[in-house]
């Protein structure tokens, strides 16, 4: 009986916290929730040397109903050495658009970031099958690649 009433005291406590989030915690909208599960980071890096750092959120995980035309991402970048030649990939193919933002757009609200020494951009990409590998490259730098897969 002592046993039964220390299982069931345990199960009745961590029961109690199984619908709860990390994000309950934040003051947050659900499309920052959505941004923030969509988010992924990579260093830009040569061998061991790092030239800084590529965030990217799959924009059609956060809002599908105005992003359905192609694949959308936000990607922000801050590069230590500036290069003109950049290049964003995504299972190997090259965008169809890219448009540079403002450091304060749209997007800014997804991730709270917004700083000068960044570059911002809006990369649309023609539709790709369900897995997802995009690569930032900026001359002898790559990122690592990012993982992405549709929610059908």
């Known amino acids: 009986m002592k046993t039964f009433t220390i299982i069931l005291t345990f199960l009745v406590l961590f029961s ?3 619908s ?3 994000f309950e915690k934040f003051d947050m909208s659900k499309k920052q929730e959505l941004g923030a599960n969509a988010l992924q980071r990579s260093k830009v890096k040569y061998g061991k040397q790092v030239n800084g750092i590529v965030s990217t959120i799959y924009l059609n995980f956060v809002s599908p109903n105005e992003y359905s035309d192609g694949e959308y991402f936000y990607v922000y970048v801050y590069l230590k050495n500036q290069s003109s030649e950049f290049r964003f990939l995504l299972n190997d193919k090259e965008p169809v658009t890219i448009e540079e933002l403002p450091s304060t757009n749209k997007f800014t609200e997804l991730t709270l970031i917004d700083n000068k020494w960044s570059k911002y ?5 023609a539709e790709q099958n369900d897995k997802l590998s995009f690569v930032f490259e900026n001359g002898l730098y790559s990122s690592d690649i990012l993982k992405f897969e549709k929610d059908e």
């Open 16 to 18: 109690g916290c199984a």
């Open 20 to 22: 709860k989030n990390a």
């Open 121 to 125: 951009y809006l990369v649309k990409f």
